[in-house]
């Protein structure tokens, strides 16, 4: 795989949610209309208790549910039963959605992990490595978390890696993994492939430097055509939401 390629097109946020349309945010239709629209895909995964990796973002379900709890207490047959801020959409396996993405658009695989990597990483590996052998296609895996990155550069040198860091998105992580993700030195231990920094951290020397050795920065999340503008001078590739660029 190749860092170009994976690059070519914005991140639709999530998908291509648009609420007011009935389309929830980690949702097989969001991920269908970003496919349908041309655009890549960033989206947030995290462990079931019964060892299967569904596409959500918070540890909790309060904000995007009905239900109170935390994700990795439900199993993967409780998933039909979730609605996602009240619409007809559940929470979708990642299985299910690499089998509808099918390498028409490159993912960028957010892996939501604030302790040491293990289970879900091996999950997500497995069904990468099954993806690609089926569809091929352009993916990334991507985290806050420097050691989850390290264990991928580690088991699966080939993937493609993006350590994200930037000044906010690091509650969660424990101590030592928020001085690694905010500590450019650090930022190197699990080799990636490129950056991933917040909108307000663009524009510093020390992203400028990291980009001057040819080294790729994504940006994230625009939302406004004054974001498009800095994204585009600053950086290489963005993931954007609530515009179409």
Known sequence: MNIASLLSRPFAHRGLHDLRKGVPENSMAAFRL??????????DVRLLGDGNVVVFHDATLDRMTSRTGYVLALN????????????????????????????????????????????????????????FTQYGGSFAVASFNPLVLAWFQRKAPHLLRVQITGSSGLRGLWLPQRCAAINWPLIAFGQPHALSVALNVLGSPIVGAWRC?????????????????RAQRFADAYVFEGLRP
């Open 213 to 229: 050795q040819g080294k790729p920065v994504l940006t994230w999340t625009v939302r406004t055509e004054n974001d498009l503008e």
């Open 76 to 131: 993967s047959g409780q998933l039909p039963s979730l609605s996602l801020l009240g619409t007809q959409e559940t929470p979708p396996l990642l299985s299910d959605l690499l089998n509808m993405v099918r390498g028409r658009v490159p993912l960028y695989v957010e892996i939501k992990n604030g302790n040491r990597p293990g289970r879900l990483e091996q999950q997500v590996l497995s069904l990468l490595n099954q993806y």
């Open 34 to 43: 970003a496919v349908d629209s041309g655009y890549a895909i960033e989206l």
